[in-house]
C-alpha cells in the first residue's frame, strides 16, 4: 500500500529490494510477538481456571488484556468471522 502511494507521487522513485524485505521482516516478527503474548496470556487464564484445554474464551480475554482500545473489537470481530467461515468449510 505505502509502495503504490510513493509510485503515485513520483513514478520515478523506487524501493531498494532489500528495504521491502526489512520492512516485511520487521512486519513478521511483530506478528510473531503478538501471537506469542495472546497465547501465553490465554494460558495463563487456563491456567488460573484449572481447564485442561483451552477455548475461544480464554483467546478472547487474552486480546481484551493485550490489544488497546478499538483493536480489540476488529480483533475480536475478525476472529469470530475466521471461526464461522472454518466451521461452515468443515461440515
Do not use: W
Not at 531498494?16 to 520487521?26: A, C, E, G, K, M
Request: charged share 25%.
Amino acid at each position: 500500500m505505502t509502495f503504490r502511494a510513493l509510485g503515485i507521487l513520483d513514478p520515478t522513485l523506487t524501493i531498494p529490494f532489500f528495504s521491502t524485505l526489512t520492512i516485511l521482516s520487521s512486519r513478521l516478527s511483530f506478528l510473531n510477538d503478538m501471537i506469542e503474548k495472546i497465547t501465553k496470556t490465554a494460558c495463563d487464564f487456563v491456567r488460573y481456571s484449572n481447564k485442561k484445554t483451552m477455548d475461544a474464551r480464554s483467546v478472547q480475554s487474552a486480546i481484551r488484556v493485550i490489544l488497546p482500545g478499538e483493536l480489540v473489537k476488529h480483533a475480536l470481530a475478525e476472529g469470530q468471522k475466521a471461526v464461522i467461515k472454518f466451521m461452515e468449510a468443515n461440515k
